[in-house]
């Protein structure tokens, strides 16, 4: 499928998804989120594909919500709308999700990118929810994973001013995995999302899926949850073959199944 405001590319089991709207900093409307959602169903839906990575481009990652479509939306005219669901969408998908961030990651990029499962950072990134400025509040996840990524005080912070932090703070409170040069933050992201995709699909998916659980689920029933995957991960070929192959000394060969 075509699309308008995004590009999608399919470069071995990697799915690229790149926001395309650089002259207002890939504001995110309702047809790029339209669009969005249906390449990430196509990528979910690809078999080739093993690894999703979303970025922008060096100056911004993405600005937020577009400003200009949204200011005159009565509250009926969002629900009825109701694109903020296209976030919830990166929730659903089985696959990682590596989010490659650069430039401005504010309001619902912040969001996009926390919903991603990974964020790697160029060192001009920038993170922050200034809907506060705007006389609203983050709509698409800002005040749930933001606290659960750098904590409360400082997330309360953020929220309340609007201001934005830099890379290497982000890194040092854990919003963000790494932080590389401009030059070779989408490298660095697709070599990470290869590495994930050479590894056992199925065992990627439930890790993926029992790591998500920490923000959903008590310690207990966590705990549950990730035994019950860890045992229904000895029905799969790829648990003989991965034990196998460690004995003896060679590299595994996955089947995803
Ligand atoms: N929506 C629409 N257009 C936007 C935009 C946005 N979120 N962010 C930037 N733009 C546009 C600007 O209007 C400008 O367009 P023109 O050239 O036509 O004037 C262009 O992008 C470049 O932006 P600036 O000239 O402002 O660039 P700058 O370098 O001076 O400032 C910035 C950069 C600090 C990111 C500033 O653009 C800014 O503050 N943007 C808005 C950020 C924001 O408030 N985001 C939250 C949106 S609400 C939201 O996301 C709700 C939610 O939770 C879902």
Known sequence: MAFEHILVTIEEALGLIQLNRPKVLNALNRAVMTELGQALADLEA???VRCIVIYGNARAFSAGADIAEMQAATPV???RQNWIAQWERLRQLTKPTIAAVSGYCLGGGCELAMACDIIIASESAQFGQPEINLGVI???G????L???LGKSRAMELILTG???GAQEALARGLV????PVEVYLEEAKSLAREIAAKAPVAVQFAKECVNKVFELPLGEGLEYERRHFYFLFSTEDQREGMRAFLAKRPAEWKGR
Do not use: C, E, W, Y
């Open 46 to 48: 690809n078999d080739a």
């Open 77 to 79: 005219d969002m629900l």
């Open 138 to 140: 983050p709509g698409a």
């Open 142 to 145: 800002g005040t749930q994973r």
């Open 147 to 149: 606290p659960r990524a």
């Open 163 to 165: 201001k934005f932090i």
């Open 177 to 180: 995995s790494r932080v590389v």
